[in-house]
């Protein structure tokens, strides 16, 4: 079972494409961060998937069935960017209004879950620090029971105590129910140690799709002379080519064929970040699906 399935997805406003040609397939089971710059169409993919936004063009099915149709809905939370909760209730207001609106609530694991954050089911939403706030709403999300729960930029306004505190929250909720996540993110460190599963968009199109593990083995750094630069990088996939005076070093994704490591070079296994910010980087450059050889494999030359 997929937790999203897209095909030749698009949506457009006015002349804008915010996302097009989007064609994905994320199983269930992961945590998945789709990161990418601003304007990249994360909102958009993430609104198609919860059903408030419609397609243009293509398909999307949530857990088997249709975007936005009831038997999606009823099994997706999602917790959006400012996590609108309402100022002037307390959080026990916020507790009733979830129950009465939600036929899978569970009262009494939302209780549980803030009564172990030593949050004041009395305490006005308003008066309640950025972490706890972001807390909330994820214990309103997770009192929903869904199979998918649906993040779009959670963590973007926590200090960095507050962003640990709810990637921590985030694990064990994945650990204890089970679930499905999808979050966005702009903010490359945030991926390190929480997804399984990542998707890169880039001005509305999907340039990196997959397990993490998969992708990471998938690619690995060569180090080596930049004397000899030119000659080693003319025949590998380059996806990030970095050159100081002496040193360079190029980010290679694998072909399937092993290839040996050229004579006074060193093969370096890549994380996480540094596969991120070098296909953010270079915005022609793919990787799964579908890699594009002829974009991936460039020559280029940064500081
Ligand atoms: N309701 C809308 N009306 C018009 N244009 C929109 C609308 N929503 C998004 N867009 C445009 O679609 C593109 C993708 O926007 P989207 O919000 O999906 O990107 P994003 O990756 O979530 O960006 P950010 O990280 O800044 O939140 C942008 O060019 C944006 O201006």
């Not at 249709?66 to 207001?93: E, N, T």
Request: aromatic content about 4%.
């Amino acid at each position: 079972m997929n937790a999203v399935e897209t095909s030749g997805l698009g949506k457009r406003y006015g002349g804008t494409w915010a996302l097009r040609d989007c064609t994905l397939a994320i199983p269930a089971g992961h945590v998945v961060a789709l990161a990418g710059p601003n304007g990249a169409g994360k909102s958009t993919l993430l609104h198609l998937t919860v059903g408030l936004a419609k397609q243009s063009t293509g398909a999307i099915s949530v857990l088997g069935n249709a975007a936005g149709s009831l038997p999606a809905l009823d099994r997706v939370a999602f917790m959006d960017q400012d996590a609108a909760l309402y100022s002037g209730l307390s959080v026990a207001d916020m507790l009733r209004m979830g129950r009465s609106m939600n036929r899978r609530w569970d009262q009494a694991r939302a209780r549980d879950r803030l009564a172990e954050l030593d949050i004041p089911l009395t305490r006005r939403i308003g008066r309640l620090s950025g972490g706890q706030h972001a807390q909330v709403a994820l214990t309103l999300a997770l009192a929903r029971r869904p199979d998918l729960l649906v993040l779009d930029e959670p963590m973007s306004s926590l200090d960095p105590l507050a962003r640990h505190e709810f990637k921590s929250a985030l694990m064990t909720a994945v650990a204890q129910d089970g679930l499905s996540v999808i979050f966005s993110s702009h903010i490359v460190s945030d991926l390190e140690r929480v997804c399984d599963y990542l998707v890169v968009l880039a001005g509305g199109r999907v340039q990196v799709a997959g397990q993490t593990e998969d992708l990471l083995a998938g690619h690995h750094v060569l180090v080596g002379p930049t004397a000899q630069a030119d000659q080693v990088a003319a025949t590998l996939p380059v996806v990030r080519d970095r050159r100081a005076t002496a040193q360079t070093h190029l980010l290679i994704r694998a072909t399937g064929q092993t290839l040996a490591t050229p004579p006074g070079w060193r093969k370096e296994p890549v994380g996480l970040e540094e596969l991120v910010l070098a296909y953010l980087r270079e915005p022609d450059a793919f990787a799964l699906p579908g890699p594009r050889t002829s974009d991936a494999t460039k020559e280029a030359t940064f500081s």
